[in-house]
């Protein structure tokens, strides 16, 4: 059945008038009722303290709750339904909860302890959001992060008996500007459904990190059953700057400290309501800035909705990227995507954008051809309808055909043919981007498979030809990966 826009409650900072527009933009644009938008005197900082949390915050949204009849207690205090289920944080409002130390005192034997900082398990620091989550229990522990009863399982709201707590969503970015482009164009865009390209950038990790690779694998076959063309970096470099990554309706990525590849490049959009995620411990721990970690960068760079983590998480505390790209293509919301998948509350995770956005839930046809074949085809999963897809490409000398072609080979036993379809691609390109992302594409598929020598030879018979053109400066970068230049010589003393 899923959560309902009636049901959501909106808040902002009344001290700052950019988060009561946001606020108000957003209730209008979504008609939630008007006497679900809150406003209370927050800090104008990112960053409060969990005494804060409580005094500024928890305390006086609980009274105004309270004040509307927006949930019922029962005769011992306890909330038991609630008229609302979902949260909505706005630009403005602090989103940090700093840690604090254990305080000095006395173990069981009496003995003084010093004070002393927490470890990761152990830290009370927080996001807001998480926090929010619990708005309904007075008292839990804060020194740890508390199970999601709902991971990996469907969103139960608050009833009488049952385990619950609230979904919560956050409308912010690196301007309030981007935040009321990120309603305008969630709204837009659900209503004919998220159409593109999807960009995927694997780390290679290994141990207890390579789980992330394994989501990031899951999102390749959904992808594959839904018609949804994939490129895949695979190897422990990220999309090298200045990458053609046109049409990005969808990017993961891990694991870089900092914003890179296209990222860097002021001149990158993301297509709108695009959604993009890269897996980082501090991702979001500087969403206000343009230019630091990651959530803030993509959401400058256009994407309608992001996911991010304030302090360290521990990767399986983070977000299981493979359930919330699963849930968004069957059609559910962004935060029910986002909690279900995410093992973990009163935790780092903060969810960007706007909550009720369904990138998926409709599919009009596309205004490219390309999306529309391979949707109509989807899964491409025997002989037939691979043949079929071929027959299309060359009718129709389509590059972005033959790419999509060349891509689906590289998921196939057969895929030594990949480089052909590239090629071809290659030739028949109209514009710089396709034509530069198939050289790569070659590039890419040679360094998969240990063929450095083949690797560097497309890369030399394409460099002179294309690096003045500004995506083509993505193969130098390439060169400097492949063959490095020498280092300086040692200048005598």
Known sequence: MGVSIERAIVIYNTESPESKSVASHYIKERKIPVENLIGLKLSLEDSITMTQFKKELKTPLRKKIEERKLWEKDTSGNVISSKFDVIVTTFGMPYKISATSVPAGTDAEGNPTPEKKRTHLETDASSVDSELTLLHMGQYPHEKPLNNPFFKKEYKPLKRGQLSFFLV????????????????????????????????DKAIKEGGYIMGDQ????????????????????????????????????YYGWYSHQFSGPFLNPKFTLPKGSVAVHIHSFSASDLRSPRKRWCGPILASGAAATLGNVHEPLLHLTAHLDHFHHQLLAGKTLIESAWTATPSISWQNVVLGDPFYRPFANSLPSSKKIYNVLS??????????????????????????????????????????????????QELAKDDETLIRNIQHQISYYRKYDQKEKALTVLKANLLDYKEKTVGISLLAMKHILDPPAPPPVQAK
């Open 169 to 200: 969503g956050r409308i912010d970015a690196p301007s309030s500007q981007d935040c009321i482009r990120m309603i305008d164009d969630a709204i837009q865009i659900e209503k004919r459904g998220l159409k593109g390209m999807c960009y995927i």
């Open 215 to 250: 989501w990031l694998d899951s999102i390749i076959k959904d992808n594959k059953e839904k018609g949804i063309m994939t490129v895949v970096e695979e190897t422990k470099d990220v999309f090298v700057t200045n990458y053609p990554m046109t049409d990005a309706a969808l």
């Open 376 to 425: 109509d085809l989807a899964p491409i999963s025997t002989k037939t309808k691979f043949n079929t897809l071929i027959n299309i490409a060359e009718k129709a000398q389509s590059a972005e055909l033959f790419e999509a072609v060349g891509l689906i080979y590289t998921t196939l036993n057969a895929h030594e043919k990949s480089p052909v379809y590239f090629r071809k691609a």
